[in-house]
Nanobody
Framework: VQLQASGGGTVQAGVSLRLSCTAS????????MGWFRQAPGKEREFVAA????????LYAESVKGRFSISREYAKSTVYLQMNSLKPEDTSIYYC?????????????????WGHGTQVTVSS
């Protein structure tokens, strides 16, 4: 299974970006998916997750109300809509496929990882 993340870029604070993560295997529709991020000098942290059905989502407190995760089965793609971006959102964003049908805040529950896409937010 390969995961390809895209959509990152350099933007000013307050604008929006949408990240995409496309899975090579259609069987990924049976798995939960998640987004994590890692800023320079910091540990990788959970951002958002979605279960196999798309009906249950999880968010880190720092992004609640600003970010939204969704999935499009026909394209084997998961999206992360990021609104009202802040400089502290600057990170490399990684998508991952969960081992099970549910999403999780724990990295240990994810089996496959994409290479990441850089998001830089300037003030």
């Amino acid at each position: 299974v390969q995961l390809q993340a895209s959509g990152g870029g350099t933007v000013q604070a307050g604008v929006s970006l949408r990240l995409s993560c496309t899975a090579s295997a259609r069987t990924s529709s049976n798995n939960g998916m998640g987004w994590f991020r890692q800023a320079p000098g910091k540990e990788r942290e959970f951002v958002a997750a979605i279960d196999w059905s798309g009906s249950r989502t999880l968010y880190a407190e720092s992004v609640k109300g600003r970010f939204s995760i969704s999935r499009e089965y026909a394209k084997s793609t998961v999206y992360l809509q990021m609104n009202s971006l802040k400089p502290e959102d600057t990170s490399i964003y990684y998508c991952a496929r969960a081992r099970s049908a549910v999403g999780s805040t724990s990295e240990r529950q994810y089996q496959y990882w994409g290479h990441g896409t850089q998001v830089t937010v300037s003030s």
